[in-house]
């Protein structure tokens, strides 16, 4: 369980939270939600345990599963079945039990090998205890159902690309959760901060059902709306306006009646206040010319104005980025080429043979299964990683622009203010300054670490970033996470008008709309073909 008392939350000195109340207990499905920037993902850190709180008391029992956005594993040298089975201490276990095993086949000294066994006979029971070979299974089985396959399990993290990495934390969240871990699931309150990222349709479709099983508490962030709609019982909405928390205790269908109808009756009361006021105060005008009549014409001024002031605030429309991808550079013909591309990791092929030519303003979505090395490619086109063979090739005026779906383009460490600089060097200082403006970084937030912005907001200032290079060819890798909906539609409008070339990787069969693609790359066999419709339900797929 967790339970926060007058808690307060602050990014700088803009208040996020004041004076709140939170409680999460068994059977607790809650959506927490709100405007990028309103503080939800500092709200997870924050009960989570892996950030303080400005004030107020935080009280947790029992056990905790947190999948933040952008999970920082510790050793990447280990095996991701190891990652995973480490999560019920199994992977330390099977270690030792192997090692046991070799003791018992090498030694010739009876001692020695008798010691061996009764070590074995011990790691066997603890291994037992835990769920055994049943338990792996499960492991492995958790491990199918959010797309990680055997071959992937068997490599070390740092082979792995962010996505994989980041299912692999899911894997291990959840399979500390599930109903044959200790405790049996119930005493495990997970939070989970967009946990579809990521994830092909049929995941998602599995991690829903999951969820709604799950019978310890929930606090999940996600701006997948049928995730919300399948499996929340609460709500809790941070209005980044009023630094306050409003608890529904209800589904989300519910929510959404409900907090429509509450603003439709704020409103009302609202205009209605608003036109009394105003007749009182023509009323006062009137009468202020007469001395004899100041004192109850400043009366009906003090009336008017407790009419309105005692009336709930009218939610304000949240504030969306205005953007608008940069005015592309001139080019030659084809700006960019690659020539039988191919990339393994250890004895693990990638894939091999890929040729690709970008001509100026042509639009191109790579496809490919989970693992296929969709993101591998746009590295290679963009410099980030260099290819085992073949060679990408810049050609006249070439201007890239890269958006990173793990942000890794971001320096953490760096403000706001310092990550846009390094990406327009040569800008005018206003003119930055107006850029971010429009990314809805203002004030004191330009001085923010990156690393401490939510998942939104750092895809908001990568996007700034973009906007402000000048790019002729964007290689774009999932650029619609983490975006509400207000925001993915500024991205999808901007990707619609954009005149230079785009490379796009995505699950969003919306951002695949808005591009209007004329090829397909099908990775891992590297395989052009021309655009179709039948394409498209390929994307949530793969």
């Known amino acids: 369980m967790i339970t926060a008392t007058d808690l307060e939350l602050r990014a700088g000195s803009r208040i996020l939270l004041s004076d709140a109340s939170l409680r999460v207990q068994a059977g607790d499905r809650i959506g927490l939600v709100g405007r990028n920037g309103a503080g939800k993902t500092t709200t997870l850190r924050v009960l989570a345990g892996e950030g303080e709180p400005y004030g107020g008391e935080l009280r947790r029992t029992g056990e905790l599963g947190y999948l933040p956005q952008d999970p920082r594993e510790g050793d990447l040298s280990v095996t991701a079945k190891d990652r995973v089975l480490s999560a019920r201490g199994l992977d330390e276990l099977l270690r030792e039990m192997e090692k046991a095993q070799t ?215 949240d504030k969306v980025a205005k953007i608008r991808f940069p005015e592309p550079a001139p080019c030659g013909k084809t700006p960019l080429t690659a020539e039988g591309l191919s990339k393994s990791y250890g004895s693990l092929e990638i894939f091999s043979g890929v040729d690709l030519a970008i001509d100026k303003g042509s639009r191109v979505v790579i496809l490919g299964l989970n693992g296929a090395g969709k993101t591998t490619l746009l590295r290679l086109l963009g410099g980030m990683e260099t290819p085992d063979s073949g060679g990408v090739v810049a ?106 070339a785009v490379v796009l990787v995505t699950h969003d069969p919306g951002a695949v709309e808005a591009l209007e693609p004329e090829r397909v790359i099908l990775l891992p066999d590297g395989t052009e073909d021309h655009w179709s419709a039948e394409y498209l339900e390929l994307v949530q797929l793969a």
């Open 103 to 317: 003791a018992m086949a090498e030694h010739a000294d009876e001692s020695v090998r008798d010691k061996a066994v009764r070590k074995y006979g011990r790691l066997e029971e603890r291994f037992a205890s835990l769920g055994g070979y049943a338990a792996e299974s499960e492991a492995a089985r958790i491990c199918s159902n959010l797309g990680l396959a055997d071959r992937v399990l068997a490599q070390p993290l740092r082979t792995l690309s962010g996505g994989q990495r980041r299912r692999v934390e899911l894997a291990r969240i959840l399979f500390a959760a599930s109903e044959s871990g200790v405790g049996g699931g119930a005493g495990t309150i997970l939070l989970l901060d967009e946990p579809t990222n990521h994830l092909d349709a049929d995941s998602i479709n599995w991690l829903r059902t999951f969820l709604k099983g799950h019978n310890g508490g929930l606090i999940v962030i996600s701006h997948d709306v049928e995730l919300l709609a399948d499996v929340v019982n609460k709500v809790w909405f941070l209005d980044a306006m009023r630094g306050e928390v409003d608890i529904y205790n209800m589904g989300w269908q519910r929510y959404l009646d409900a907090r429509a109808a509450d603003e439709k009756r704020r409103r009302r009361e609202r205009a209605n206040a608003e036109k009394k006021a105003s007749v009182l105060m023509a009323q006062a005008d009137k009468m202020r010319a007469k001395a004899t009549k100041a004192v109850a014409a400043q009366n009906m001024i003090k009336r008017a104005e407790k009419l309105v002031s005692g009336l709930d605030e009218v939610r304000q429309s």
């Open 395 to 500: 050609g006249h005026g070439l201007r890239l622009g890269y958006y990173a779906q793990e942000h890794e383009t971001l320096d953490h460490n760096a403000s706001v203010w310092a990550n846009t600089r390094h990406a327009a060097p040569d800008a005018a200082e206003q003119q930055l300054r107006s850029l971010l403006g429009t990314f809805l970084f203002t004030g004191e937030q330009l001085d923010q670490p990156a690393g401490t912005l939510s998942g939104g907001e750092k895809t908001r200032l990568a996007l700034a970033g973009l906007v402000s290079s000048a790019a002729n060819v964007l290689l774009l890798d999932e650029p619609t996470n983490n975006l509400d909906p207000a925001s993915r539609e500024q991205v999808l409008d901007a990707l619609r008008r954009y005149t230079g």
